[in-house]
């Protein structure tokens, strides 16, 4: 069976589509892998430059993503709803419903991956390699 993954951050412009790129990746033909953000600002965009040249150094092609925000159809799609920090776990916690309570968790299980907005490339960069070691977590340990 196909094992459904939904990464979840703030807008869906950094964290999110890349973990939706290495999850993929790694996941091969075991799951299908989306992301969403919290809020709509970045709809319809593509993933953020520095982002993009992260994924890039890694490996990864982010260059077909464009944001979405999160949807009530897509957490029940979802078999397993992954939250980038805490602050994004509350706020899903707060919108999911009963129903898609116990799909949450955050991404890294025990810690947050950092918001690199507004900081520098190498911040960008440092996100990337925590959500690409990050993949291991999610890769093979469940059916």
């Known amino acids: 069976m196909m094992r ?3 990464t979840v951050c703030l807008g869906n412009y950094c964290r999110s ?4 790129v290495a999850l993929t990746r790694r996941g091969g033909a075991a799951m299908t892998v989306r992301s969403a953000g919290l809020i709509g600002k970045w709809q319809d965009h593509p993933a953020h430059p520095s982002m993009v040249d992260a994924a890039r150094r890694l490996g990864h092609d ?5 944001g979405q925000q999160i949807t009530l159809d897509l957490l029940q799609w979802a078999d397993d709803v992954l939250a980038m920090d805490t602050a994004v776990l509350t706020a899903l916690r707060a919108v999911c419903g009963e ?5 949450l968790g955050l991404y890294l299980s025990d810690r947050d ?9 190498g ?4 996100c990337a390699v925590l959500i690409e070691a990050g993949t291991a977590l999610h890769i093979g340990n469940r059916p």
């Open 4 to 6: 459904k993954l939904l």
């Open 17 to 20: 589509p890349f973990a939706q």
């Open 62 to 66: 982010l260059t077909h993503h464009r």
């Open 99 to 103: 129903n898609n309570a116990h799909k």
């Open 113 to 121: 991956i950092p918001d690199p907005m507004g900081h520098s490339d």
């Open 123 to 126: 911040a960008f960069n440092e």
